[in-house]
């Protein structure tokens, strides 16, 4: 695209560091930030303020919060003796969606990567270990299927089992509505894995 306007270009340029949006998205969110009221952009750029001023970690979890600690850590309705280790803050949303996860959480903040430079000191495992030591019963490791989150859930529960706590891991295997004859070996081997009685 062409630009005579280097207001439109610098917009573009913000667009595309955005994860996921590459130049053609940039520009056509470029253009239609452009198409808008100035009373709507004007909002817009407050609630991207609002977030950037407001949004935070929960001391306890390192949750995205407002308030400190969350909302899902001083629930009472939550059960204590259960904490999901999830890596990014995403990885909750995705599990509260379910509305069948009633415990706690704990954001590692992204996983084990050597080759990218992310150690254990790099991640929120301390904290995890010890809120693991004040009473809870059982910890879930819920990383992503992927060599890293692999990695990572091997390192956690390396360091979680000697604390007598119970360690498991999600499931893995078919998406509903997937036929055998297309899953990889990995995929099928993993649902094998984490079958449950009937």
């Known amino acids: 695209m062409l630009s005579t ?34 009373e709507e952009v004007r909002a817009m750029a407050q609630a991207l303020l609002d977030v950037k001023e407001n949004v935070r970690e929960c001391s306890i ?5 407002e308030e400190d600690p969350c909302a899902i850590c001083t629930s009472p309705k939550r059960e204590r ?3 999901c280790v999830v890596e ?26 050597p080759l990218e430079g992310v150690g254990p000191d790099d ?9 693991a030591a004040q009473g809870v019963e059982e910890i879930i490791l819920a990383m992503n299927p992927n060599v890293e989150g692999e990695a990572t859930t091997l390192y956690l529960a390396r360091l979680l089992k000697p604390l007598g706590l119970r360690v498991t ?13 297309y899953a990889d070996n990995d995929t099928i081997s993993r649902a094998l894995e984490g079958r449950i009685a009937l």
């Open 169 to 181: 891991r999600i499931a893995r295997g078919l998406p509903v509505g997937t036929d055998l004859e």
């Open 5 to 38: 306007s280097p207001s439109l270009d610098a917009l573009v340029a913000r667009f595309s560091r955005l994860p996921g949006i590459g130049r053609k998205t940039a520009q056509r969110l470029a253009l239609h930030i452009l198409k808008l009221g100035t």
């Open 123 to 131: 991640l929120h495992i301390q904290s995890l270990l010890d809120r």
């Open 61 to 65: 979890c390192r949750n995205i919060t």
């Open 81 to 83: 003796r259960l904490i």
């Open 88 to 113: 990014e803050s995403t990885d909750v949303l995705a599990i509260e969606r379910t509305n069948e996860y009633k415990g706690l959480y704990h954001v590692l903040g992204g996983r084990l990567s």
